[in-house]
């Protein structure tokens, strides 16, 4: 079994404040690579770690980018919500967003909090489970939402849209430690998105902990220069699992699209 994740493409029909060239179509051109990837690696399932959109109910330019490419993935498809999805970056309006009305018409599938999907392949079963955003996930000793149990699988899968960091940002933005996380979730890989920044694999007693950071560079943070737009592939099929993050070529050099300020 063989899976592709990515988070935070911000999809939106107008230029981010920073960025200089044309983010419509940069962000166009990485998509269209993903769409590559998931035919080159043989991809089984496409994974998505939240906020799709920048927008709740974004341009109907927007939506069309997003529909174009979820019609070519031949996979399915797993998203969870983040922030930049919901209105007011409330959970409660989820049922209200662009997100749930494409949802609706099958074009992907939200991993509602609390549902487990199992997913089988020649004698391998994988649980697959996820958790939308909300406003308290990364509230002092509030990490129930990075914590599953592991049930009747083979490996375990949690994607969550929450500010799981190996270490503190900045004592000014709220966010949960991987250290809080690993002695309470039994889940062997966790994947998060939200941190735009990213991070190399983390792992805490054989569990790993996974951002490849956002495909979309949209703030001018000295670290956007020289970050490079990633994916991550996961191959459960050779007996050995196989984790790799994959830079994205269409991707051209931060100083070319960002407007440091």
Known sequence: MRLLYFTDTHIRASNPKYRIDNYYESLKTKLQEIVQL???FSVDYLLHGGDLFDLPWPPAKAVQMSVDFLEQIKVPVYIVSGN?????????????TMLWFLASRGLFRLLSPGDKIYLKQAGFTLQLSGQH???GIDK?????????KKKNCDIAIHIVHGMLLPQPFSPHVPATMIHQVAPLTEADFTLCGHAHLGYPAEEI???IFINPGSISRILALEW????VPQVVFLDF???KVQCQYIPLKSARPGFEVLRFK
């Open 84 to 96: 930049h999805d919901l209105l007011g970056q409330k959970l409660s309006t989820i049922e209200n």
């Open 140 to 148: 002092e000793n509030k990490i129930n939402s990075y914590c599953v």
């Open 237 to 239: 099929s050779g007996g």
């Open 205 to 207: 007693d054989g569990k």
């Open 38 to 40: 998931v035919e080159l």
């Open 133 to 135: 955003y909300n406003a």
């Open 224 to 227: 956007e220069l020289v970050r």
